[in-house]
DNA sequence: GCCAACGTTGGC
DNA sequence: GCCAACGTTGGC
C-alpha cells in the first residue's frame, strides 16, 4: 500500500471543492509532467494521499482516496496524459504547514521538500505516519 | 508580483 | 544529441 501527495492551488481546485464531489470523487486532471503522470500510473484502487494546498496556504489539508485508476485525462485528446480520480475522506484537525514540514529533520528528504515543482508524489511510510500525527488524524 | 528552479521544445 | 530559449510552477 502506497502513500501519495497530491498538489493544488486552492484558488483553482481546493480542498472544499474536492469535500463537494463527495464520493464520486473528480479527476485529477491538467497534470502535463511525466514524472507526476507516472506517480498515477502506479496508483491502486483505495490508497491514500495527502491534499496540499500551493501557492497560497502551504499546508497539507486533507486526506483523499484514490477512486479510479489511471485513465485518459479527458480535459485533453493527448494519450500522453492520464490521470487517476480521487474523493475526499477526511481533513486534518489541524493542517500541518510547509514550516513545520521543513522544521521536521524526520521529513527531510521530502519530495515536497527536495524537488518543491512535482506535482503528484510519493509519500513513504514512515512520512505518512508522522504527518498524520502532526495534523491529529488517523493514518 | 517576483524570480529561481526546473521541464520541455526545437534548431542546429 | 546538445543546448539555448522559452514556459510553468510555487515559495517567498
Redesign the pocket.
Known amino acids: 500500500m502506497a502513500y501519495w501527495l497530491f498538489?493544488s492551488?486552492p484558488d483553482v481546485w481546493g480542498w472544499d471543492a474536492q469535500v463537494a464531489k463527495g464520493d464520486a470523487g473528480e479527476q485529477w486532471d491538467g497534470v502535463?509532467?511525466?514524472?507526476a503522470r507516472n506517480n498515477m500510473r502506479a496508483m491502486k484502487l483505495g490508497e491514500k494521499g495527502f491534499f496540499y494546498h500551493?501557492?497560497t496556504g502551504?499546508e497539507i489539508v486533507g486526506i483523499v482516496e484514490i477512486c479510479a485508476e489511471a485513465h485518459q485525462d479527458s480535459t485533453t485528446d493527448d494519450p500522453r496524459w492520464d490521470c487517476v480520480d480521487v474523493k475526499a475522506m477526511r481533513p486534518f484537525k489541524r493542517p500541518v504547514t510547509?514550516v513545520e514540514i521543513k522544521a521536521e529533520p524526520r521529513l527531510a528528504e521530502m519530495a515536497l521538500v527536495k524537488?518543491?515543482?512535482?506535482?503528484v508524489q510519493p509519500v513513504s511510510d514512515a512520512e505518512w505516519e508522522l504527518i498524520c500525527e502532526m495534523g491529529q488524524t488517523d493514518s
Open positions: 498538489k492551488e502535463r509532467n511525466y514524472q500551493s501557492r502551504l510547509l524537488s518543491s515543482r512535482l506535482s
